[in-house]
């Protein structure tokens, strides 16, 4: 009577797995500024608090596996402002880019099968390597080159009979890195040179800075057929707790296999899939003010930690995410500490230990991610109890 | 560049894959009397719509990984007052009963693996085996004695080295057998000698009929440790839209385990939550009325069906399905032909093929499963309707 060995391998979320000291520190009276997770405190939209409060069925039934159509035909409309051709047949919703994240890795590949990730990437991916049984093969990245793409020989140079697809992230959560449409070109080279899928997580799109615009992978025409692309209303209109998201494909056989996979779970929730298509209708120019406050905040986070000693940074381009290395051996020692024996003025910051965001071993040991998903004012005492937290851990 | 195989194998759902069907129907202008998916019309109780209404928080956000204490806890306290020892430290929240089947059979079995399960099964416990790469094996119960369980040797000699578990779905769906206290400890029996892993679907738990009362495995505390239950307040509280489920262990391993998978999908809908939390707390008086409901309309139904000629069915003790073998060579043939070319006065019926809840070959090929979820005018018209039309098919 054992556990099976996935149930052993699945990692712990490094994100939420030192939750329960966090707790108690609350329980001591002790304020944490939470920039561990990507739980934005953005308020969410009007119009998706009204799609709850007006919901006025007699039956909360199942919809369909595949969502509704209306939202999927929103969703489709989207993307087409972007100048993607996409329309509601090529959309379905998911619980979460989480499924849609399941259901992508077990579309391409069966246990054993190979995906190859740039690491640091979204921890989670571990999480559904283990459940799905695929093994992610990483192509290790740098804090002090901005996590860029390496060349293309060394991409392909990841690939054996296993590799199945390669996912890019971008904008990158855990990096903020936007991938320039030449790093884009260079992965659809090799996929198509390998005949290998090519997974896209763009599930940051609307959040990038410094005047950028998000090129997805979706346009590129010549890979229609390769191309899964996963996507989550969670953080686009500030409302992780809804699971409502998305897989996107053109191909009309994993179309119609992931639609299988959706049935076997009969349906995402019917409310929140109202208030995501109440979300849709608000139009672009809702996300002109939030864009702002998440590039104000990355400025304040970026200026702050580049004025800590030892710590290394690189200004990310979207999402609202970083990576930093700290002067210390064991990153995840030093957050669990912040937790249980520091604090300034009875307030510490909880951050996530980047280790979790790798898959090769060591890696990302003496690095944390940290999530600008606080205000400004909030922010910047965050970066004062780091510096006073880092100076005091650092005397021990 | 090849579809994963677990991505081609995955069954349609038999519940769902005629829908297109069914819509060309409507189109048409024909009503369909939907028995097909166990979508209860009964009115979704008050306190979960208005957990809807006064949703009053400024940020939907992501909620914890196991679900919100509060509705553990109650779920534990509503699992207590059926004299079971449960507390919320056993529960965690899911996305429907379906992600506690996913958790379960992972939790359990690695790909290859096997978990034997008495067959007609819930036809999703297909689809998991495929998304999860278990094996089912099948234990073929049969329509002329009700589906009951055979002798123990029958069920040992289901066992390889590879089987981790048996899964006992009771009240059954898609058979509306309720397993007697004998029939559990039979099983029990079983798994202790064998060393297995104990998965209980109890998702009808209050659907019993004939004051008859429901023996859960939760109450065997010889397999505290070995047991391993799927919840869901779907069909309990007529909310199937909400997706919230559970999965209840006192196995602190497979807790533990099961965490980390949950984990990784971040968290069940938030909302959702609090209108599960409303429902528990109206309390088990909530439960008679619909259950003799229930009762009534399982009796309009078997009266009714036992009146067409060449029909067998086994009158089922609870949840509101029921397995019919019909006088045809293909069920699933005459279920599209009811929809593609049949109608009386502009309305037809959706029954389910049952062959998708076997997994052996060619089983229930004849078999069609009905779930009595239409009020009992619309299943005596429902009744007569299968009747005209399997009149009309036979005489083709």
Same mark, same amino acid.
């Given at each position: 009577m054992n556990i099976s060995?996935?149930? $052993?391998?699945?990692? *712990?979320?490094?994100? $939420?797995?030192?939750?329960?000291?966090?707790d108690k520190a609350k329980e001591q009276g002790i304020h944490v500024y939470h920039l561990n997770i990507g739980q934005p405190d953005i308020p969410t939209p009007q119009p998706i608090l009204d799609a709850f409060h007006s919901f006025d069925e007699k039956v909360l039934s199942y919809g369909p596996a595949q969502g509704f159509l209306e939202l999927r035909q929103a969703m489709?409309?989207?993307?087409?402002?972007?100048?993607? *051709?996409?329309?509601?047949?090529?959309? /379905?919703?998911?619980?979460g880019g989480s499924e849609a994240i399941h259901f992508s890795f077990s579309v391409v590949a069966d246990p054993g099968d190979e995906i190859i990730i740039p690491?640091?990437?979204?921890?989670? @991916?571990?999480?559904?390597?283990?459940?799905?049984?695929? $093994?992610?093969v990483p192509l290790t990245l740098h804090v002090e080159d901005g996590f860029r793409l390496p060349p293309e020989e060394e991409i392909e140079a990841r690939i054996t009979a296993k590799t199945k697809a390669i996912l890019l992230c971008?904008?990158?959560?855990p990096t903020g890195t936007v991938y320039t449409p030449e790093e884009l070109e260079r992965v659809i080279s090799v996929v198509k040179k390998n005949n290998l899928f090519l997974i896209g997580d763009e599930v940051y799109k609307e959040f990038i800075y410094d005047g950028g615009t998000h090129k997805s992978i979706l346009e590129y025409e010549e890979v229609k057929d390769r191309v899964i692309v996963v996507d989550s209303t969670s953080k686009r209109f500030s409302s992780c707790g809804a699971r409502v998201g998305a897989v996107l494909t053109r191909n009309e056989e994993?179309? #119609? *296999?992931?639609?299988?996979?959706? #049935?076997?779970? =009969?349906?995402p929730p019917s409310v929140e899939q109202k208030a995501a298509l109440a979300? @849709?209708?608000?139009?672009?120019? @809702?996300?002109?003010?939030?864009?702002?406050?998440?590039?104000?905040?990355?400025?304040?986070?970026?200026?702050?930690?580049?004025?800590i000693p030892g710590i290394v940074i690189h200004i990310? #381009?979207?999402?609202?995410?970083?990576?930093?290395? =700290?002067p210390v051996k064991d990153a995840e020692h030093f957050v669990q500490w912040m937790l249980t024996d520091f604090h300034l003025d009875k307030e510490t910051v909880m951050v996530a230990p980047a280790q979790g965001f790798y898959? *090769?071993?060591?890696?990302?040991?003496?690095?944390?991610?940290?999530?600008?998903?606080?205000?400004? #004012?909030?922010?910047?005492?965050?970066?004062? /109890?780091?510096?006073?937290?880092?100076d005091k851990y650092l005397s021990l």
């Amino acid at each position: 009577m054992n556990i099976s060995r996935r149930g $052993r391998d699945i990692q *712990s979320s490094p994100i $939420r797995k030192l939750n329960p000291y966090a707790d108690k520190a609350k329980e001591q009276g002790i304020h944490v500024y939470h920039l561990n997770i990507g739980q934005p405190d953005i308020p969410t939209p009007q119009p998706i608090l009204d799609a709850f409060h007006s919901f006025d069925e007699k039956v909360l039934s199942y919809g369909p596996a595949q969502g509704f159509l209306e939202l999927r035909q929103a969703m489709a409309d989207y993307f087409n402002s972007y100048r993607i *051709s996409l329309d509601a047949e090529n959309v /379905i919703i998911t619980i979460g880019g989480s499924e849609a994240i399941h259901f992508s890795f077990s579309v391409v590949a069966d246990p054993g099968d190979e995906i190859i990730i740039p690491e640091p990437f979204y921890t989670n @991916y571990n999480g559904y390597a283990s459940f799905a049984n695929v $093994r992610i093969v990483p192509l290790t990245l740098h804090v002090e080159d901005g996590f860029r793409l390496p060349p293309e020989e060394e991409i392909e140079a990841r690939i054996t009979a296993k590799t199945k697809a390669i996912l890019l992230c971008s904008p990158n959560n855990p990096t903020g890195t936007v991938y320039t449409p030449e790093e884009l070109e260079r992965v659809i080279s090799v996929v198509k040179k390998n005949n290998l899928f090519l997974i896209g997580d763009e599930v940051y799109k609307e959040f990038i800075y410094d005047g950028g615009t998000h090129k997805s992978i979706l346009e590129y025409e010549e890979v229609k057929d390769r191309v899964i692309v996963v996507d989550s209303t969670s953080k686009r209109f500030s409302s992780c707790g809804a699971r409502v998201g998305a897989v996107l494909t053109r191909n009309e056989e994993i179309h #119609q *296999s992931l639609l299988k996979f959706a #049935q076997a779970r =009969l349906c995402p929730p019917s409310v929140e899939q109202k208030a995501a298509l109440a979300a @849709y209708r608000m139009g672009l120019e @809702y996300f002109k003010p939030v864009k702002e406050e998440y590039e104000r905040r990355r400025d304040v986070l970026c200026e702050g930690l580049g004025n800590i000693p030892g710590i290394v940074i690189h200004i990310p #381009q979207g999402a609202f995410y970083l990576i930093v290395r =700290l002067p210390v051996k064991d990153a995840e020692h030093f957050v669990q500490w912040m937790l249980t024996d520091f604090h300034l003025d009875k307030e510490t910051v909880m951050v996530a230990p980047a280790q979790g965001f790798y898959c *090769s071993p060591d890696r990302g040991k003496d690095e944390v991610r940290i999530a600008y998903v606080l205000k400004e #004012q909030d922010l910047r005492r965050s970066i004062d /109890i780091i510096k006073a937290g880092l100076d005091k851990y650092l005397s021990l």
